[in-house]
């Protein structure tokens, strides 16, 4: 581990909160991984929680990585807190929410340059009433760890989110005094890369880079008919472009395979 990896790590393991950010590929979920194999040691209850499915799935299942919303019984966000503390306590179909709670001693959050405002105060709400009314989070140790130049929080007015950043509310200096920007890049080495990738996610760029990004200009030649991936930044333009590819296989039997999802509710 590097000196910064090291100083998250002993921060972590003595009980602190901590906000561990930097650059993708310095090694975040490294650390991550490691405390959680420490602090398991040490007989602590963590939860490891990511904002998106995807992201769990780095994590090995022995972790048992979840969803914030899913930890959290959140939802999609409909809830207003009470509602939702009135769910946790008497629904019995979040029996398990409440039990997972209860039972957290540290709360890991990644990504958490995703999670907004609403939804950290909704999680620091829920986890208070059920576990410890007189202290923040209840009194569960939190680690946040995530990289704010990557995805921010996704709006949603419909249930009153705005899409703030979660370091806009008001406890976050209060409640996370330890913060740790790791800079060194494991994942590639390539410096004039990573070095345009961090300038450009804070939106100044050097002439180098510019240099750097326009050396890359250049004609694709795509053979005719070779098939090639497209991507597009919208599901609606996803469906309309797979659904006049599989127009094009008319010549071929369409056949339709039904499926059930079968598990927990929550
Ligand atoms: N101290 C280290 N020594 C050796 N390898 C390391 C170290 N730290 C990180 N790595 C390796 O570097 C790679 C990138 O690390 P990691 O995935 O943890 O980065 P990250 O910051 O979580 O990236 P992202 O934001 O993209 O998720 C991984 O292969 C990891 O094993």
Do not use: W
């Amino acid at each position: 581990m590097d000196s910064g990896q090291d100083l998250a790590k002993k921060l972590i393991c003595n009980g602190h909160n901590l906000v561990l950010t930097g650059q993708g590929g310095t090694g975040k979920t490294y650390t991550i991984k490691s405390c959680f194999e420490q602090l398991t040691l040490l007989g602590k209850c963590v939860q490891l929680t990511c904002y998106t499915g995807i992201a769990c799935r780095q994590y090995p299942s022995s972790i048992g990585a979840t969803t914030l919303h899913r930890f959290c019984g959140l939802e999609d966000g409909r809830h207003n807190n009470n509602d939702l503390l009135n769910l946790i306590s008497f629904d019995e179909r979040f029996i398990n929410t409440k039990c997972r709670i209860t039972k957290t001693d540290v709360l890991i959050i990644d990504e958490v340059s995703m999670v907004s405002k609403k939804i950290f105060e909704q999680v620091e709400f829920i986890c208070r009433k059920i576990k410890n009314p007189a202290l923040y989070f209840g009194g569960i140790q939190v680690v946040l760890s995530g990289d704010f130049f990557q995805l921010p929080p996704i709006r949603d007015e419909l249930y009153g989110d705005f899409g703030h950043y979660c370091f806009e509310s008001n406890f976050f200096i209060y409640l996370f005094p330890h913060r740790i920007n790791l800079s060194k890049i494991y994942r590639q080495s390539e410096t004039s890369l990573s070095n345009a990738v961090s300038e450009l996610e804070k939106g100044e760029p050097s002439e180098e880079t510019n240099q750097f990004i326009k050396s890359l200009n250049r004609d694709i030649e795509i053979p005719d008919g070779e098939p090639v991936v497209k991507l597009f930044s919208r599901n609606l333009d996803v469906d309309f472009f797979n659904c006049d590819k599989l127009e094009t296989l008319n010549e071929y039997p369409l056949h339709c395979f039904p499926s059930k999802d079968e598990g927990d509710h929550f």
